[in-house]
């Protein structure tokens, strides 16, 4: 557990995946990173599904930030991406709080694609064609230029977006939008960094107080390993501009001493950075 601000921070992985080595690390070869990241024979390396909450008990405010890949799949997907997400391991973690869905004040979606927010909806018992809100007091932060594209996407990112897990949300008028770059946010210790290069408007708080910061990496910096710039997954649809917002977060690693949340990474939570070398590395992993 960490305390920043009002907040103790707990994280909550919510299941594992695999996903293509290769589109994970873009141009880098396969003899650099298939040591830090080593394939199965299908090549596909693990990646972890990990969930940020946030409870403030003074003001009764419990926050996540994102919520994995739900459990709406059939047997074909969860081969395809070696899904380990049996049990409800979100609601098992808000339950070893205390917490229940209905407690959650406050949902943050980084992005909406399925293996970051397929966990916002379920399917409603008795039809299992339609999918409700999980968190049904909550509002939901998203970024507009980020919910615009969802409904719209790349044909790069296209296959990434399910509208059963997001359409109910913006029809239940749950979603409140966070428009332009500007890094104030309504919740108190909480910022705003807006990232554009993997999607658009990809939304990353930092959880700060005066001597502690925590950024939430997202599909930005989305395992230790993809620390190095030029380490960039094929996914994005804008790498260089991935390349200046890692370059620019890296930057804050080294003057502030900022702490990164890995979404993705299998072993490692949070860290503190070395940026001091050539690469940078985990200096310090750090309790979460
Ligand atoms: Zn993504």
Redesign the pocket.
């Known amino acids: 557990m960490l305390r920043i601000g009002p907040y103790e921070l707990h994280a909550i992985v919510t299941g594992r995946l695999r996903l293509d080595g290769g589109a994970m690390f873009g141009v880098v070869p396969k003899v650099l990173w298939g040591t830090r990241a080593p394939p199965d024979d299908r090549n596909r390396i693990q990646l972890a599904m990990r969930t940020l909450l946030a409870i403030d008990q003074s003001a009764g405010r419990v926050i996540l930030i994102d919520t994995g890949a739900g459990d709406k799949w059939d047997a074909d997907e969860i081969d395809r991406f070696a899904f380990e997400i049996e049990g409800d391991l979100l609601g098992a973690g808000l339950a070893s709080f205390g917490l229940g869905n209905d407690d959650v004040t406050d949902v943050i979606v980084t992005?909406l694609?399925f293996?970051?927010n397929g966990g916002l909806t379920v399917r409603e018992p008795g039809e299992p064609k339609r999918c409700r809100p999980r968190f049904r007091k909550a509002c939901h932060w998203v970024h507009q230029r980020q919910l615009d594209h969802a409904h719209s996407p790349a044909p790069k990112d296209r296959a990434?977006f399910l509208e059963r897990d997001f359409t109910p949300v913006q029809e239940a008028g749950l979603f409140e939008t966070v428009e332009g770059d500007a890094s104030a946010s309504p919740l108190p210790n909480v910022s705003w960094f807006v990232a554009d290069g993997?999607?658009p408007g990809q939304l990353l708080p930092r959880f700060h107080d005066d001597e502690v910061r925590l950024h939430y990496m997202g599909?930005l910096i989305p395992t230790a390993a993809h620390l190095p710039v030029p380490w960039i997954m094929a996914?994005d649809n804008e790498p260089l501009r991935t390349a200046g917002e890692k370059q620019r977060v890296l930057q804050e690693c080294g003057e502030q001493g900022l702490i990164l949340f890995f979404e993705h990474d299998p072993n490692v939570a949070a860290a503190r950075i070395d940026v001091s070398r050539t690469r940078p590395e985990v200096k310090e992993a750090i309790d979460v």
């Open positions: 992005h694609h293996d970051h990434s993997h999607t599909d996914y």
